[in-house]
């Protein structure tokens, strides 16, 4: 078992930052990848982004060039970074641990940009 706790959260205005940070422990193995998924309301979740153990990058085309992910595997911790944010953002962010066939999840952690 996997369990990822999720912090940084919060409100925050059009332009501005938020840091997210995810926590694993238990059963971890090298070679997972985490990331983090969002669900806005009525919408389907979709994929932010995701990190291998060895450091490999995807963004989604939304958040390209403003959302920053990194990990520190000594720690098991995943990090967004979101730079520029956008009313569109906002949702509920959620980190992901995948290693295999085995997928866990965070409890979520909500962001709500203004206008």
């Known amino acids: 078992q996997v369990q990822l706790v999720e912090s940084g959260g919060g409100l925050v205005q059009a332009g501005g930052s938020l840091r997210l940070s995810c926590a694993a422990s238990?059963?971890?193995?090298?070679?997972?990848?985490m990331g983090w998924y969002r669900q806005a309301p009525g919408k389907q979740r979709e994929l932010v982004t995701t990190i291998t153990s060895g450091g490999n990058t995807n963004y989604a085309d939304s958040v390209k060039g403003r959302f920053t992910i990194s990990r520190d595997n000594a720690k098991n911790t995943v990090y967004l970074q979101m730079n520029s944010l956008k009313p569109e953002d906002t949702a509920v962010y959620s980190c992901?641990?995948?290693?295999?066939?085995?997928?866990?999840w965070g409890q979520g952690t909500q962001v709500t940009v203004s206008s």
């Open positions: 238990g059963r971890i193995f090298s070679g997972n990848t």
């Open positions: 992901n641990y995948r290693m295999g066939r085995n997928d866990y």
